[in-house]
């Protein structure tokens, strides 16, 4: 049996980001809009800034609750970016849906674009490196923006090709503890802090199954869960699809991970992923928070 909805929230019942906050009596979207060339899913799509902005505004539609823009693909194999290139495909995109009444979250590892990014109205910074570059913790601390703090094991050219853990739970979690509590200590509030484990990021496909399987272990630290599933190699192994067909499997893992305590689905797929969450919460509760009967 599942743990009840009450006792699975996080006992950081909001999250401050900027000049939001978020509450977190129920699981929040985030909508991703990749502004790269290369991004695994959706690489090329959005790099135009009209088509992103556009993507961006649908998404709010669907249902988005938080927007996370990037401009550096992450995905197995990827080469870094520079400052300037990453600097131009997201600040202006940023500059266009950062009043579309949702909170925008930047993907970066970079401590300059950290503190443009926050000028420029953002309300989240999404690091996969867990602010571990140098500059990163203290341009994180300036601002007012929610941090994630992201578990990642080496470095995204590499990190898949020989994932090693004693007991990945356990290492993951302690990881993501020394880094909050280092982003604690640089000046950030609890409030401001979210955990995520890294789906992918130097991990088999069974330490993946693993971490879904004991997010609840996480969720349990008192920070809110990010679940970062959609649309991964781990579903390609699973159900033997490819990338663009892989939205049944991710909104099924959103829930389960939901289930298992995250607090915010990062996901490519935000109207299938609320329909999915509104089915779980209205099972759960017995009735029926939104929509309309057609
Ligand atoms: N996954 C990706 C990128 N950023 N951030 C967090 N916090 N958690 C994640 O799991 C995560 C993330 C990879 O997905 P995507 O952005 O679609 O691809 P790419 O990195 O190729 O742009």
Redesign the pocket.
Known sequence: MTAPLASRLSPHRALRAGRFILSLSRPLIMG?V?I?P??????GKFLDRRAATEHARRLVEEGADIL?I?GE???PG?QPVALEAERSRVLPVLENIVGLGVPVSV?TCKPELMREAVSAGASMI?D?LGLRAAGALQAAAAGDAAV?I?HMQGEPRTMQVLPTYGDVVLEIREFLLERAHAAQAAGIAPQRIVI?P????GKSTEHNLMLIRNLDALAAQGYPV?A?????SLFGKIVGRAVAERMPASVAAAILAVQRGAAIV?V?DVGATRDALLVMRAVESGSVETGEEL
């Not at 970062?228 to 991964?232: A, D, I, N, P, Y």
């Open positions: 991703v990749n790269t290369d991004s695994f899913s959706d690489g996370d990037g693909s992450s995905r990827a993907d999404n996969i994630c992201m995520d890294g789906f992918g990021f990010l970062g599933l959609s649309r991964k990062r490519h």
